[in-house]
């Protein structure tokens, strides 16, 4: 999914407009499974410049997160 024509977006904008391409994805196109999916995000501020991701802790760049998710919560889940 490319959003670069959008240009300057909130995170609550990037966060619709996924939802919106997933629920496409598996309403339109019938898809059910992804592996490995990987999400880059060019960070700025609202006038386009360059925000690079600082560590809260120590200041540090981040270039890499890793969410660390093993196993989802809703496959816990028992109708």
């Known amino acids: 999914m490319d959003y670069t024509v959008m240009g300057i977006m909130t995170i609550d ?23 490995a999916p990987m ?22 760049p981040i270039y890499r997160m890793h969410t660390r998710h093993f196993r989802p919560a809703c496959q816990d889940y028992e109708p």
């Open 39 to 60: 999400l880059k995000l060019n960070l700025t501020d609202q006038f386009g410049e360059v925000a690079p991701l600082k560590s809260l802790g120590d200041g540090k």
């Open 13 to 35: 904008e990037l966060k619709q407009a996924l939802w919106t391409d997933l629920q496409v994805l598996k309403e339109t196109y019938n898809v059910k499974f992804i592996k």
